[in-house]
């Protein structure tokens, strides 16, 4: 089992940065695979970034391909998300979640574990 939460959101303009970082705790955090997702009110849940137990693999929606990069730090325990260029209709809540099967965080959107979610705002 592992224990997540979220930090470094808040308010920026539009085409400004923000990072987010997760911190893990529990047994085995090299075992899983972590992903971002958002949700903004009124709207489903969105997967956004994903990474490998490594590292060596990464997964980005559309929407943030070439503006966010995923990373992690598995002495650490860590898992970031540097986000570029920000648009407002990247607002939303960010939630960090893993799962042991990547299937479950990159294909099916449906990770066994999730952080508390840390605000996003960007204003034009």
């Known amino acids: 089992q592992v224990q997540l939460v979220e930090s470094g959101g808040g308010s920026v303009q539009a085409g400004g940065s923000l990072r987010l970082s997760c911190a893990a705790s529990?047994?085995?955090?090299?075992?899983?695979?972590l992903g971002w997702f958002r949700q903004d009110p009124g709207k489903e849940r969105e997967f956004v970034a994903g990474?490998?137990?490594?590292?060596?693999?990464?997964f980005y929606a559309d929407s943030v391909k070439g503006r966010f990069t995923i990373s992690r730090d598995n002495d650490k325990n860590t898992v970031d998300l540097q986000m570029n260029s920000l648009k407002p209709e990247d607002t939303a809540v960010y939630y960090c979640?893993?799962?042991?099967?990547?299937?479950?965080?990159?294909?099916?959107?449906?990770?066994?574990?999730w952080g508390q979610g840390t605000q996003v705002s960007v204003s034009s």
């Open positions: 529990g047994r085995a955090f090299s075992d899983y695979s």
């Open positions: 979640a893993a799962d042991k099967d990547p299937g479950a965080v990159v294909v099916t959107h449906t990770p066994a574990y």
């Open positions: 990474i490998s137990w490594g590292g060596g693999s990464t």
